[in-house]
């Protein structure tokens, strides 16, 4: 059976990593971040101390840049391993020096142009859940399910919060809220591609429910549009 293509898209802190992951591993599809795209650039363009307004240069660093997400041996959450030119920045790309980078580096259309292509390329046999902000509205418009996840900022900070306490990371509340804001902001107010949800997307409030709720409705829309496991 032909899998279909799952677009999870939704503001930072929804849950759409561990929806996405989930759905994933009960269809047996292929999990994709996208957002791991955008923070991989955005390390690449740090280190090579590139100015986060500059377009072209950014750009043709996206270009040149070769990003491969691939499914970690063993590991049941279906977490992903990122490889920078063959080198895995899987963790490095999760602190929120490099979140605050990538949504500036997302702003710009040359940037997003080059990803969406391998997105594109990435997903077009199906089988596949994507998650970012524009799947269901840029990256696959016609995607069979599309699922815009939202919750309130608080919550939204709070996971983020509690994520980066496990790690280890001393960070507090108030300046996580801050930050989720500050994103939002510049995801859905940017001029290419913002955060909006796609017409046709479903919209699921997280706020008050479980993840594997949420996963459990996503299966069961998946399976209406036709899409059982995937053989
Ligand atoms: O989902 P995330 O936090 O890992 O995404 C990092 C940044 O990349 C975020 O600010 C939004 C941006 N992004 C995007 O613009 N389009 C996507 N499809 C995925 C992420």
Known sequence: MKGLIIAIDGPVGSGKSTLARR????????????????RSVALKAQRRGLPLDSGDKLSALASETRIDLRQMDGAADGTQQVLLDGEDVTAMIRTSEVAQA??????????RKVLVAEQRRAGEKGGVVMEGRDIGSVVFPDAQLKIFLTASPEIRAERRWREHQQKGDAIDLARTLGEVHERDQRDRER???P?????????????????????????????????????
């Open 102 to 111: 990538a949504s500036k580096v997302a702003m710009v259309p040359g940037v």
């Open 23 to 38: 759905v994933a591993a009960l269809l047996g599809y292929t999990y994709l971040d996208t957002g791991a795209m955008y």
């Open 191 to 193: 001029a290419s591609s």
């Open 195 to 231: 955060l909006v949800r796609a017409e046709d997307a479903v919209v699921v409030d997280s706020t008050a429910m479980e993840s594997e709720e949420v996963a459990r409705l996503v299966v069961l829309l998946a399976k209406e549009q036709g899409g059982g496991r995937a053989t």
